[in-house]
């Protein structure tokens, strides 16, 4: 949809801008405004496929500092609407969006087929699938400008990915194809629904049920097939065309292992609509573009996705691959706080001085700066884990298994402290639903409730990857051979880094104490840092970049490291670091070894 007329311009004012008020990033490509993420692009990606997607993820940063991020704003201050009735009075319940909603979906799906582009080859004319790390670089541009409906985009991709896996050859025919289009009129987008009343985190308290009834017709003509009765209890993209949902079959057992995965239309194949019912919208606090909702189920029908008694563990696929999306929005958000706290120091004057000038100002952006770059390294490293298990690389397996929840745990909840800090350093006006801060600070908080509290995350680390896979010798593993393959890092440091994961990596074997697991999450933070710090310090030297050498750092001495509350911090390395991060454009790794070595 063309922006004239439709919605109101998106350019800045033609009267001149009040110097006295701080800038902000509209207008910003936010590919060209990274280098950091254009220099891991490099180093993930194939150089033909790289050269091949640089004009799209160009585009796409145009975008999304431009007319996507103005789309997102109207889509937050007009969220969808439920309508219980058609005009005829039946019962046909419908969502009705704003028109900015639905552009924002033609973007993500048939201009970008970010749904599509790791399950079928063809999306930009590219004859293979992509490899999971351009697919999450998309979604890292795209949700700099918007959050909510990356939550549709995401379940719709990981739905097709958990269909196409499981379903049997008659629901792929009907199906597939559809889930994978990019035609508007022709695509079918997924949603998930887990969550009741009963079961949240604890999903094997769910009290679906579901009945094989042998007259059951689909509208195909063909009888026989499950029908599902209960309540979901938090529906997001509520209005979805194929839905992935557990309920519990007919006398099987309690508890997780009991629940059955399925896969529920919202319309039969003779166009009626499913026996369900959308009763409510939840009024969030954040994501208020994207539709979540109560659903009630009467008898709808559904198919079964693989053998009924692995339901719950085959929808974990799902379910870990939305964790580490979680973990690039929180990556994208970050950046977005990063880039808007820069745009007001360097544009925002007081006391007679620029903010960008002032000690403290330095200081507050350096920790803006350090958890948003973590986040970016573990993009690249978790997503090219990914790409390696499924290319069958058992080792890469493990390796995934103990970095998708650590990504998910630690990005998602430092994406709320920078979001406030971006806040406060725009002030009062960060407060005021005009500008984006305030969208930031309320999106942000969702990356810690969805696809599993911190306490589930951080135990799921603790408990299960490291004490029941083993995944923590492969993570060991991992950083030793990056460290060692990291040229022209000083040998002290990397001897440093070694001894911080290995006793990272023991602090979190012993957290499995048997009597509460209550250091877990201090565990899963530990391995955190100290896992993108030894990345952060390899990534300098495959790519000269110095300033990851700086972050490197950073993250040792203030992620790492206690402090006396009580004394003076000799933070005389930080106003180096300052100096390097924020006035320089470029830094190469020498230089930061000799700032190092101080």
Request: proline residues 4%; hydrophobic residues 40%.
């Amino acid at each position: 949809m063309a922006d004239g007329g439709a919605f109101p311009s998106i350019e800045k004012p033609m009267t001149p801008l009040d110097p006295r008020i701080a800038g902000d990033c509209r207008g910003m490509n936010f590919y060209r405004a990274d280098p950091a993420f254009r220099n891991l692009l490099d180093l993930y990606l194939p150089d033909d496929l790289r050269a091949h997607l640089e004009p799209h993820y160009d585009s796409l940063g145009e975008l999304a500092g431009g007319h996507l991020d103005h789309l997102a704003d109207l889509s937050d201050k007009h969220g969808p609407v439920l309508h219980p009735r058609d005009r005829f009075g039946r019962d046909h319940e419908w969502i009705e969006y704003h028109p900015a909603y639905k552009e924002m979906e033609k973007i993500a799906l048939k201009d970008y087929g970010l749904h599509a582009m790791t399950n079928r080859p063809g999306v930009f004319d590219w004859p293979k699938k992509f490899p999971y790390v351009a697919k999450y670089g998309f979604q890292y541009l795209y949700v700099q400008a918007e959050f909510g409906i990356m939550c549709p985009i995401s379940v719709t991709d990981t739905s097709t990915y958990l269909f196409m896996r499981y379903a049997d050859d008659e629901l792929k025919a009907r199906y597939g194809e559809r889930l994978m289009s990019q035609d508007m009129d022709e695509v079918l987008m997924g949603a998930q629904f887990m969550t009741e009343k009963a079961g949240g985190s604890d999903a094997g308290a769910a009290e679906s049920v579901a009945a094989f009834d042998a007259d059951a017709d689909d509208g195909t003509g063909k009888k026989g097939h499950w029908r599902l009765t209960g309540d979901k209890w938090f529906c997001s993209h509520a209005d979805g065309d194929l839905v992935m949902i557990l309920a519990r079959p007919e006398g099987a057992p309690d508890g997780s292992r009991g629940l059955g995965l399925f896969v529920m239309p919202r319309y039969l194949e003779n166009g009626e609509k499913n026996s369900y019912t959308i009763i409510r919208l939840k009024d969030k606090l954040g994501t208020r573009s994207m539709a979540s909702g109560e659903v009630h189920l009467d008898g709808a029908i559904a198919y079964p996705l693989g053998d009924l008694e692995n339901g719950f563990k085959n929808m974990l696929d799902q379910v870990n691959l939305s964790r580490l999306s979680h973990g690039v929005r929180a990556a994208a958000m970050m950046r977005r706080c990063l880039n808007e706290s820069l745009a007001v120091a360097h544009t925002r004057s007081a006391f007679k001085q620029r903010l960008i000038d002032m000690p403290l100002v330095r200081r507050q952006l350096l920790k803006i700066m350090v958890p948003t770059e973590q986040s970016l390294t573990m993009w690249g490293a978790t997503a090219q884990a990914l790409d390696k298990s499924e290319a069958g690389d058992d080792d890469a397996t493990r390796l995934l298994r103990i970095l998708t929840p650590l990504y998910k745990f630690r990005a998602c909840r430092d994406n709320i402290q920078v979001a406030t800090a971006a806040t406060e350093m725009r002030g009062g006006l960060g407060y005021i639903e005009e500008w984006v801060n305030a969208r930031l600070v309320r999106d942000a908080h969702i990356g810690t409730l969805w696809e599993g509290t911190s306490n589930i995350i951080g135990l799921d680390v603790v408990t299960r990857a490291i004490t029941k896979s083993g995944a923590d010798v492969d993570l060991a593993d991992m950083l030793k051979e990056k460290l060692e393959d990291a040229d022209g890092v000083p040998g002290q440091f990397k001897g440093e880094l070694g001894g911080l994961i290995e006793r990272a990596i023991a602090f979190a074997k012993s957290a499995d104490d048997g009597a509460g697991n209550t250091e877990c999450r201090r565990a899963s933070s530990a391995l955190y840092h100290a896992t993108s710090a030894a990345l952060m310090a390899w990534e300098a030297s495959k790519t000269g970049d110095g300033k990851r050498l700086i972050l490197s750092r950073l993250v040792t001495d203030h992620r790492l490291t206690t402090k006396d509350p009580l004394t003076a911090a000799d933070d005389g390395f930080g106003k180096v670091a300052a100096e390097l991060l924020l006035d320089r454009d470029q830094v190469n790794v020498e230089e930061a070894a000799a700032a190092m070595a101080g």
